[in-house]
């Protein structure tokens, strides 16, 4: 790790160009996404559409006491209080544009087209918090990288495809993950944790990162004495009781609190998505099958599980044949103990400079032992990831395989013959991005550093292993079998085949960027 | 999405002041990767929008006639495809261009009855509509285009910038940008629906080719543009003067003419051959190629007749068949001056304006005339982009603004938008060029005027209704606008193009002198 440290170091000394605008040319960057993400509005969208623009209708036709307890369409809101006053504050506009969108019983599966363009629209619109929150990140960092990472984030096809295809706010609330960890970098605790508490009042899924963020704000913002350290807790702790005041406040004046924890916390899903996310939990369930195809070889009697793992817990069935059922405090036992090395680190040296590495893997703990967790959470942490990539080859090497694997595991979510090609496009054009731009980015720090030592040069280069390039052979081997092996071969039949190929392939690469995530996490200091 | 990784030269103090750098040292190949793979982007996001005529029985548009010309070739002998008969209405969109197009959609037709067999069959698919159906005529479209276009974009970019032009490696990707990113022809080729990007490809090869000293080769590749789409012919007296002018500087300049004629003439006999059986047949052919019954114009394009039409009623004045004469005359005699100063200086620069100038002339003056037909000055406009940043942006501004009531029609406002911003951006893109920022001069005001005008005409095209008396307003004073800044940039071009028969006179005469 300490090539790296000194190119960082040289890139600093490098005096910034005056010339540069960056607001301009970060705006220049995501304009040209913005044509992209126009061009994609008549596009496939999924039921996430709809359950939007409920939201909307529910928010702007009932008053806030009945916000979580209204039933009339099956996507009731389960988003905390301040995302369901952003949807409120949408329809307001929404209601202009067009009133039947955010009409409660007339709007169900509404599709006019004012209504695709007007829905879009507002994730394009607040796509901008991202854009800011990683022009806020990188601006203290030398031009190349900044330019690089914008272009990282901004073209992202993860968030393409789930945002601006699948539909979702997501890159609008990742925004605020990336001007939250900005704060923390820069030193300026007390504004981090205070935009990571309304993030949490946006969107309660990013509540992994909160132990991270629990234990380095106490340990980094809360020190210099007894004293001191506990003024500055109490300093801290009514910025974040000021802001879940506002958000829960309302609803518990209302008494309507426990509805609306209910509704965030549907424990009654199961341990996975219907399309199962790559995570260990996929490991388990096929080892679950091998063990009992085994058993019933050998001539024991093992039960078929009558539960799906998709479904919810009902009554006591379980969906394993042999091994132990999983219930949601396991996975949440697992998601602690996953994440205890790294608040450990974060107790004993709470440094700025981690806590970028700390936070991205609280989420990939989340998301490879979560309960009932979506393929779109791998999103929670490749962003944030993009923005250490350039810290050294590693990194880059790592993030390189993250952001292809992460973005493969989301193909399923489109699955029509029209976006086919575009999600492949946004992927290959992505990755060849990546290649350039990493190559050529560590080929002239490695010239700067060791021009002389031909070895170190050549480990400080970035290059594709035979191991990593297998893995991505493999990974096309996986899309040509599904898309054009599997239905030859079975025609109609398994359709699932090919999608848990996906996810059993991505598993792999998930739990290699986790285990190699907890390595760096222990390795540096 | 980069679509315009700057080389820059790594010496040059300001490497690191490029938005691009982050791609500069892996060279232009990596960058000629990025900018296609956006622009193969950008054509797919554009395909999933409305086509022409997309639900609209009976006759439907552009698509339809595409869809049918592959129903017609593929069911139907070679000798049959542009006879009338019960199986082969020409009424109902006939084959009305040149055989390379028969069988190019004969091609496509394969295609698309290996997956969807529906979709071509004889009689039963007209008006056939479907999601994979649609998906599979974007493909055929999205193939030619990255099959003959893109190739030949490439070939051009690394034939225009070997040798003599020097300059940041990033005004290349630049200009490989704009040539391949061009509104107008992605709007129309993966919007609208038509097979522009094969003809316009051909083109665009044969110029390279011509640039590069092979002209026999370059001949050919513009003879098979002639036969996709008679259109091409707008180039003719450009390839003629140039290549003649060339010829007559040769050792031997009947031999080298004689040579180029011959190509020519062979990749006719080619192409023609299934209707060379006779010597009606390929007379029955020809006069497919020639819609005179149609009118001299249509709708409302930004050329010569229908913009003087505000004030001279031509139909009623003239007959059809006066009226074919008259603008056979004209367009002859206006594209005459460009083709002579070809002849009499024919320098690389020199061939790239006869190009612009000899499609605009065609453009104003020829008979029956769309509003499509602008993207072939459009084309020799984007190779100058380089030299004459300024002409090309107003062409495309403009050209984009002719289109745009075509565009509204076929319910592509949301492209056309995202396209004419993705056009700004890029043109504008934080690049290092070979210098020619456009001069700051008491035009400046005018060029404001001008596009601020054009841009308030779009709104008040689609949020205003017109006075009843005048229902086509608005799209009149769009032609007026449009023709006037087109003239404009033709009467340049002619007189560039003197200037360099004086430049190369001058030549001469110093040589001599020494």
Redo the contacts between chains.
Sequence with gaps: MKPPKNHQKQHQQIPKPKANKPIKEILWVSLVATCIKLLLIPAYHSTDFEVHRNWLAITHSLPLSQWYSDQTSPWTLDYPPFFAHFEHFLSFFASLVDPIMVHLHHGLNYKSLPTIYFQRLTVIISDFVLVFGIYRLTRNLGYKERVLIWVLVIFSPGLMIVDHLHFQYNGFLLGMLLISISALEEGNDLLGGFVFAILLCFKHLFAVAAPVYFVYLLRHYCRGGLIRGFGRLVIMGSAVVTVFAAAYGPFLYHGQIQQVFHRMFPFGRGLCHAYWAPNFWVFYIIFDKVLAFLLVKMGFNVQAPTASFTGGLVGDSTPFAVLPRITPMITFGFVLLAIAPCLIKAWREPQPRMITRWIAYAYTCGFMFGWHVHEKASLHFVIPLAIIALKSVEDAKHYFYLSIVSCYSLFPLLFEAQEYPIKVLLLLLHASLMWIGFSSHFATTARKTAESEQKRYDKTRFVIGWFGKLYLVGLLAVEIYGQLVHPILFTERLPFLPLMLISIYCAFGMMYSWMWQLRQIIKLH | ???K?KATNPTSD?S??N????????GTT?SF??IT??A???R???S??PYSGAGTPPKYGDYEAQRHWMEITLNLPVKEWYLNSTVNDLKYWGLDYPPLTAYQSYIHGLFLRYFDPQSVALFTSRGYES??GK?LMRWTV?LSDVLIFFPAVIYFVTVYYSGTHDGPKSGNMWHFAMILLNPCLILIDHGHFQYNCISLGFTVAAVSAILSDRDIFGSILFTLALNHKQMSAYFAPAFFGYLFGKCLRRQNPFLEVLKLGLAVLGTFIVLWWPYLYSLEAPLEVLSRLAPFERGIYEDYVANFWCTTSVIVKWKRLFSTQALRILSLVSTVSTCLPSMMLLILAPSRSNFLFGLLSSALSFYFFSFQVHEKSILLPLLPASFLAIDEPLIFRWLTYFALLSMFPLLRRDELI??Y???Y??FV??Y???VQRKDIRETRSHFTTLKYFLITSSLLLHIVYLMVTPPRRYPYLFEAVMMLLCFSQFFFIFMYTNMKQWEFLKLSSQTVREKKNI
Excluded at chain 2, 19 to 26: A, D, K, V
Aim: charged content about 15%.
């Design positions: 999405m980069e679509k990784k300001d690191e002041s938005l691009w750098s982050f791609l500069t040292p892996r990596a990767v990025c793979l956006f193969i982007l950008v797919v996001a554009v999933i929008h999601y994979i998906l999205l949301l492209p938008i995202a396209l911003g993705l951006l890029l504008n893109a934080p």
